[in-house]
């Protein structure tokens, strides 16, 4: 049997076991120099950095500039002992620029050389890929008014040819997500395609879809700015940036997971204009307003949030930090992370890799001699038991507990370990809430209720009167139909419908009658029962109260809780 050989195909295997040869004695080389390795060849450099030296020098010296933030550039290099290399960067240092080197292959070098036949095809992009200033922003968002003119914006891009559009795309990107208020960004792979999803008022909305070769850039540039391994894609990485805006700077966290056809990306925008800090801005019913103002006025006691991820527990906690703050108190918070920072105040962030806990964090803020404790998340019998006890012994303490209701508060203390009797003694006031969309006030349209809406309404409404909860009805009776609206869509709220969105809220507030059932190990239902007589709307009250009002939708509010249950 004769043996043939493909002399293409054998050159071809040769360079890439030389070139993979160079890459592991260059990772041995990097210890011995003291700079830390890069592999660059699937890297796409930065046109700034590139444009701080020029090519001719870069070829010369050996070395090549990938990366620039702010006064920092990243600068790879194959001969880190070469004293021209010193001459070429001393000027850049007496000008206030910080060097951050790297050693790296031929292969890496030459790759970034060959991207400045690129760069002097293309005009000069502006300085900073992501400090954006106020200007730039509104001029990227007046290029779209709704999606579709976002995602034409996207494929103009996407199809252009110059080096800089990846730059480009992220920017849209972001300014996309600040148009339209998003939380979310998420960037999908899937089998022939990668999705771009934006999460708006708590939805996922489609925004456009690019291919494969667009992604590799984009995660390189993603990981990159926010200080994640390169050359890790088999594990999660977790890892931030900031977005300066002149004004305000929007911080965005940013988390990678390995998937079946890529890395997927999901960055958080956390922009602190639209931090709800104001207890005036929080959509209490009246009495649950009296309720939770008589709650904070004592001088101990716990306090706690329920509901499920992405419900406002936080940002509830963090208009009773606003509204308590005052110089004379000492105000510690636990959080994991911190989402916004409030000014006076001190806010620590979990670290449980080094054994920062909830309740390692709150035992030591006890030794802080506090007035407040905010404890991010109640999520363990330890945790549960301290918050307690700092109530006990003449703290304020907020914190947030995973429960479905109100009243599902005390079996879930009592699940933790907490005796029935200290939670008597401790516990002021447990709220439950849920984040609804409202409806956008330029184009939402009047209709009247249908027979199966008027049938909830008229129900709800009057339990309502039963229970003794008629001044919370905001002047509403019993009615064969009811003026409600519902959404349509316009230019002012992206064609949704809705804009922003509002919590609906329940709460029970610890009194003789749950004091006296603390020591049957009440369920839920009980607890209900018994709390019935506070006068405080149920989440389904609530929510139908404020759906009379305009706020929402009879479709949005049904998404969220159970019109037709108990």
């Known amino acids: 049997m004769a043996i043939t050989f493909d002399d293409a195909v054998q050159n071809h295997e040769l360079e890439d076991l030389r070139k993979n040869e160079e890459e592991e004695l260059v990772k041995i080389l990097s210890d011995k120099y003291g700079l830390p390795y890069i592999d660059l060849r699937g890297l796409a450099p930065e046109p700034d950095a590139m444009q701080v030296i020029k090519e001719e020098d870069a070829r010369e010296v050996g070395l090549a500039p990938f990366k620039i933030v702010g006064r920092k550039l990243y600068i790879a290099t194959i001969s880190p002992g070469n004293p021209r290399m010193e001459e070429l960067l001393r000027p850049l240092e007496t000008r206030g620029t910080e060097l951050i080197l790297f050693l790296c292959s031929h292969a890496s070098l030459n790759h970034v050389l060959s991207r400045y036949v690129d760069l002097n095809k293309g005009s000069k992009v502006e300085s900073g890929m992501l400090e954006l200033t106020k200007e730039k922003i509104h001029g990227l968002m007046e290029k779209f008014n709704d999606v579709d003119e976002l995602k034409k914006t996207f494929d103009e891009i996407s199809h252009s040819q110059v080096l800089y559009k990846t730059t480009r795309i992220i920017e849209v990107i972001i300014a996309g997500a600040l148009k339209f208020d998003a939380s979310d960004i998420h960037i999908e792979p899937e089998e022939d395609k990668v999705r771009l999803r934006y999460r708006l008022n708590g939805n996922l909305i489609d925004i456009t879809f690019f291919d494969y070769e667009l992604l590799k850039n984009i995660t390189s540039r993603l990981k990159l700015l926010s200080g994640l391994k390169l050359s890790t894609s088999a594990n999660a990485q977790d890892g931030r940036f900031s977005i300066d805006?002149?004004?305000?700077?929007?911080?965005?966290?940013?988390?990678?997971?390995?998937?079946?056809?890529?890395?997927?990306?999901?960055?958080?925008?956390?922009?602190?204009?639209?931090?709800?800090?104001?207890?005036?801005?929080?959509?209490?019913?009246?009495?649950?307003?009296?309720?939770?103002?008589?709650?904070?006025?004592?001088?101990?006691?716990?306090?706690?949030?329920t509901g499920p991820t992405g419900s406002g527990k936080t940002t509830t906690l963090y208009a009773f930090l606003h509204k308590m703050y005052n110089p004379e108190l000492k105000v510690i918070t636990i959080e994991d992370p911190v989402e916004y920072h409030l000014e006076g105040i001190t806010q620590t962030q979990v670290e449980e890799e080094k054994g920062y806990t909830f309740v390692a964090g709150l035992r030591a803020a006890l030794r802080q001699d506090p007035d407040i404790i905010m404890v991010g998340e109640i999520r363990d019998t330890d945790t549960a038991k301290v918050a307690i006890n700092a109530a006990l012994t003449g703290h304020l303490v907020f914190s947030t507990l995973h429960t479905n209701t109100a009243a599902g508060t005390i079996p879930r203390l009592i699940d933790l370990g907490v005796n029935p009797k200290v939670i008597a003694s401790a516990l002021s006031l447990a709220l439950a809430q849920r984040l609804v969309r409202s409806l956008c006030n330029e184009c939402k349209q009047e209709y009247e209720s249908s027979e199966k809406e008027s049938r909830v309404i008229t129900n709800v409404l009057g339990e309502m009167k039963i229970a003794g909860k008629e001044e919370s009805m905001m002047g509403h009776t019993p009615l064969v139909t009811y003026k409600l609206f519902k959404p349509v869509g316009c230019s002012k709220c992206g064609g949704t419908g809705y804009s922003t969105r509002i919590g609906i809220f329940e709460a029970i507030s610890m009194n003789a009658d749950i004091e006296k059932i603390l020591i049957t190990n009440p369920s839920e239902r009980e607890i209900r029962e018994v709390s019935k007589n506070q006068g405080i709307p149920t989440l389904k009250e609530d929510g139908i109260i404020k759906m009379l009002e305009g706020l929402t939708s009879f479709e949005e509010l049904g998404k969220t809780i159970d019109l037709f249950g108990e």
Do not use: Q, W
């Open 245 to 305: 805006l002149d004004e305000v700077e929007v911080e965005v966290r940013v988390s990678v997971i390995p998937s079946n056809y890529g890395e997927g990306f999901v960055m958080r925008l956390l922009d602190p204009r639209h931090s709800v800090t104001d207890l005036n801005n929080i959509a209490f019913s009246p009495k649950l307003r009296a309720l939770v103002e008589y709650s904070l006025s004592k001088p101990n006691g716990v306090i706690l949030t």
